[in-house]
Nanobody, 124 residues
């Protein structure tokens, strides 16, 4: 079973930037797509971004397109989420997840391992 550990969350003012990291254990990191999701208080978990196993294909939620960038370093077993031009509505707990296939997927049902999350708070 893979373990995923997120880091890089924190408090930032609107318009600022953060970079989240997700370190994965195990040898199979490069075999699977990875994704980022978020959950705000009182709301359901929602898709943010995903990346194929070789990093050649990415997918984004409309709400973050043009502001967030997902990337991965298979040599370091790490996936990143660069978040720019942050807005108060981006405030949430951000989770990384391992996909069950090689291609990007938006549905949470397509992921079989989840991290514990990292809090991102954007002040206005």
């Amino acid at each position: 079973q893979v373990q995923l550990v997120e880091s890089g969350g924190g408090l930032v003012q609107a318009g600022g930037s953060l970079r989240l990291s997700c370190a994965a254990s195990g040898r199979s990191f490069s075999s699977f797509a990875m994704g980022w999701f978020r959950q705000a208080p009182g709301k359901e978990r929602e898709f943010v971004a995903s990346i194929s196993r070789n990093g050649g294909t990415t997918s984004y939620a409309d709400s973050v397109k043009g502001r967030f960038t997902i990337s991965r370093d298979n040599g370091k077993n790490t996936v990143y989420l660069q978040m720019n031009s942050l807005k108060p509505e981006d405030t949430a707990i951000y989770y990384c997840a391992r996909g069950m296939g090689v291609l990007t997927i938006r549905a949470s049902a397509g992921y079989d391992s989840w991290g514990r999350g990292t809090q991102v708070t954007v002040s206005s």
